[in-house]
């Protein structure tokens, strides 16, 4: 089992930044790779950014430039550093880990950005 942790969603202004936070904890080892996803009012959940455990990064169109994802092994972190956040960037982004077959889930952490 895999235990996730979000925090740094908040209200920011349209250009603003914004950094996500998830700390992973439980069977960690098994984990190869871990991502972030969103989810707006109405939409579908859909990917984010992604990480593997040797640092291979992939990201959505929409987000690319503006989002960079990384990963602290040693605290069992991975971060999205978001830029130039856009109205349509207003969602509950979810942190995610992929071991083999299972996945695993965080509760999820409210972006709202305004103009």
């Known amino acids: 089992q895999v235990q996730l942790v979000e925090s740094g969603g908040g209200l920011v202004q349209a250009g603003g930044s914004l950094r996500l936070s998830c700390a992973a904890s439980g069977s960690i080892f098994s984990i190869n790779a871990m991502g972030w996803y969103r989810q707006a009012p109405g939409k579908q959940r859909e990917l984010v950014a992604a990480?593997?455990?040797?640092?291979?990064?992939n990201y959505a169109d929409s987000v690319k430039g503006r989002f960079t994802i990384s990963r602290d092994n040693a605290k069992n972190t991975v971060l999205v550093q978001m830029n130039g956040l856009k109205l349509e960037d207003t969602a509950v982004y979810y942190c995610?880990?992929?071991?083999?077959?299972?996945?695993?889930w965080g509760k999820g952490t409210l972006v709202t950005v305004s103009s």
């Open positions: 990480i593997t455990s040797g640092g291979m990064t």
């Open positions: 995610a880990a992929f071991s083999g077959a299972m996945s695993y």
